[in-house]
């Protein structure tokens, strides 16, 4: 081998040709190797170039779902806005309606708070008066040769006719229910009431109730319950209007005295 390498290192030294050609040879082979070294990095870098070509398109596909994504989001919300401003507007009409009916409840208690004012003026002008006829035609009825008792019957069955509250054919008349005698009764509609000519005390009003209840028990159900007295004391007609509102009692009394 020694003997071949000197050979071949004397013939570089001493043939141009030979050298040009081994340096060629060389040469050739280094380029060789790395075109092929080239080729393969070549082939590598398309591979990833594949590989992120691929990896784009499924990016693009996944941003463009993305995009629909959000588009249908962006549509839901603007429903939601669109459905939420509808609600506001409702309960905003619906306010204001609130606010007319409270309006229109406040105008209507008022001319409910109106009536009941002009009814309980008009109550106690029509008790007044009441009042005033039984003290004046009591002292009348002596004149008339009527008794007080038999005047107030004759009065009253008047006065509920009028207003409709008895038939035209009714009248109060004196009756004796259960062993209690009551000098004003009517059976249809049923009334219990009593016309005294001066009272002391509550006594005539609770001998009232107790008649009252006698009739209640025999009839079955709640007479309309009458008092009128001509003269009463102060204090009686004091406590007799307490019980009277308490008991549901309708109390006329003529003339109130010390």
């Not at 000197?6 to 060389?26: I, N, Q, S, T």
């Not at 190797?33 to 393969?40: G, H, I, M, N, Q």
């Not at 409270?102 to 002009?118: D, P, Y």
């Not at 009739?215 to 009458?226: A, D, M, Q």
């Amino acid at each position: 081998m020694e003997p071949l390498k000197r050979e071949f290192l004397d013939l570089l030294d001493r043939d141009l040709e030979f050298r040009y050609a081994v340096a060629g040879y060389l040469g050739l082979s280094e380029i060789l190797k790395r075109l092929d070294a080239l080729v393969e990095e070549q082939a590598g870098l398309r591979e990833e170039q594949i590989r992120l070509g691929e990896e784009q398109i499924r990016l693009r596909e996944e941003q463009i779902r993305l995009r629909e994504e959000q588009t249908k989001i962006w549509s839901e919300i603007a429903g939601i806005r669109e459905e939420q401003k509808k609600i506001w507007e409702e309960i905003k009409a619906l306010r204001e309606e609130q606010i007319d009916l409270r309006k229109e409840q406040t105008r209507i208690w008022e001319e409910i708070r109106a009536l009941r004012e002009g009814q309980i003026r008009l109550e106690k002008r029509v008790e007044s008066l009441e009042s005033a006829m039984i003290s004046g035609f009591g002292e009348l009825s002596k004149f008339a040769g009527l008794t007080f008792e038999e005047f107030v019957r004759k009065f009253l069955t008047a006065s509920l006719r009028r207003l409709g509250e008895i038939p035209e054919e009714a009248e109060l008349s004196r009756s004796l229910v259960n062993g209690e005698e009551i000098n004003l009764f009517l059976e249809e509609p049923l009334i219990v009431g009593e016309a005294t000519g001066y009272v002391e005390s509550a006594n005539e009003i609770l001998k009232l109730l107790r008649k009252a209840e006698v009739v209640k028990v025999k009839y079955s159900r709640e007479p309309r319950k009458i008092l009128v007295a001509l003269t009463a004391r102060m204090e009686a007609a004091k406590e007799m209007r307490k019980i009277a509102e308490e008991r549901g009692v309708e109390l006329i009394i003529g003339k109130i005295v010390d």
